[in-house]
């Protein structure tokens, strides 16, 4: 292993330690004294709670002091005329995919009834609640970037000299997955009710996490920027996954309360899948392009 790549791993392993010291050991030590459900969803502990979800963007800063790295090539580049459409593909994809997947899963396990559908929902309420995603999930972004500007602008930079773009791919959304692991183990996203709880619910998080990486990792090589990444986050986490069970699910009960259970899950992750592959597949082909380092 070269000098420069023994470097990189140095960095990447520093960081993952500051990356899931600052977020694990705060969740471990409120799941144990006040319990998940009181302080994960009120604002009760937010002193505590917030600066966890910036636990990955801190890990890069430090990472970056203490090796003395410096502060440069940071990809947070707006540069919003230049990569308008990458911007656009992060703000809408996410819904497109929730749509596309409910799509998939009536097909497999329900039926389409349109009345059933009109009488939940009027279409001033689905117009109202697909406006709120869209005009509420970039504001989320300041949020999100708390992650992404440590998973895409700073893990994946070092790992993938390493690795590669797939080795990335995989191991970094292994790696992210794993690190919500002990809000996994509280119920967060599967709730406790399945078999094989709680490992099968961490791999169902990994394997999210695997398939949205691709995502983020090729929005952020696109532009340079974190931004975009950090849009199509929190598209994901305020509303845009859910847009599509919220607005044509009619076959599984009450929309608002429904839980796949893991095949109906991976089903409703196929979408994702194949943009997954997509982006993939376009970073490896602009990967070819760029001559070797010693060219």
Same mark, same amino acid.
């Given at each position: 292993m070269s000098n420069e790549k023994k470097l990189c791993a140095k960095r990447l392993v520093i960081y993952l330690l500051f990356a899931f010291g600052l977020a694990w050991i705060p969740w471990i030590i409120l799941n144990k004294t006040v319990?998940?459900?009181?302080?994960?969803?009120?604002?009760?502990?937010? %002193?505590?709670?917030?600066?966890? %979800?910036?636990?990955?963007?801190?890990?890069?800063?430090? @990472?970056?002091?203490?090796?003395?790295?410096?502060?440069?090539?940071?990809?947070?580049?707006?540069? %919003?005329?230049?990569?308008?459409?990458?911007?656009?593909?992060?703000?809408?994809?996410?819904?497109?995919?929730?749509?596309?997947?409910?799509?998939?899963?009536?097909?497999?396990?329900?039926?389409?009834?349109?009345?059933?559908i009109r009488e939940r929902m009027t279409f001033a309420e689905g117009l109202a609640v697909v406006l709120s995603v869209l005009g509420t999930g970039p504001i989320g972004a300041f949020n999100t970037i708390g992650e992404e500007f440590g998973w895409r602008a700073y893990m994946n930079?070092?790992?993938?000299?390493?690795?590669?773009?797939?080795?990335?791919? %995989?191991?970094?959304?292994?790696?992210?997955?794993?690190?919500?692991?002990?809000? @996994?183990?509280?119920?967060h996203n599967f709730g406790k009710d399945y078999p094989g709880y709680p490992y099968v619910g961490i791999l169902l998080m990994s394997i999210s996490c695997i398939l949205s990486g691709a995502i983020l990792m090729w929005l952020t090589k696109r532009t340079d920027s974190v931004y975009p990444a950090a849009v199509y986050?929190?598209?994901?986490?305020?509303?845009?996954?859910?847009?599509?069970?919220?607005?044509?699910?009619?076959?599984?009960?009450?929309?608002?309360?429904?839980?796949?259970? @893991?095949?109906?899950?991976?089903?409703?992750?196929?979408p994702t899948a194949i943009a997954a592959a997509i982006t993939l597949a376009l970073m490896l082909r602009e990967r070819k392009k760029v001559p070797p380092a010693d060219s």
């Open positions: 319990g998940y459900e009181e302080w994960f969803t009120t604002n009760h502990y937010a %002193l505590f709670a917030i600066p966890t %979800l910036y636990a990955p963007a801190l890990a890069n800063l430090l @990472t970056r002091l203490i090796t003395r790295e410096g502060f440069s090539d940071m990809k947070l580049h707006l540069r %919003l005329k230049r990569h308008w459409k990458y911007y656009l593909a992060a703000w809408l994809l996410r819904p497109l995919l929730s749509v596309l997947s409910i799509v998939l899963f009536n097909c497999v396990y329900g039926y389409w009834n349109w009345a059933e930079q070092k790992m993938e000299p390493l690795l590669g773009t797939v080795g990335t791919v %995989l191991a970094g959304g292994i790696l992210w997955g794993v690190w919500h692991a002990p809000l @996994t183990v509280e119920g986050h929190s598209m994901n986490n305020n509303g845009g996954a859910a847009l599509g069970v919220l607005l044509l699910v009619n076959s599984i009960g009450d929309p608002e309360t429904f839980m796949p259970d @893991t095949v109906q899950f991976i089903v409703l992750l196929i």
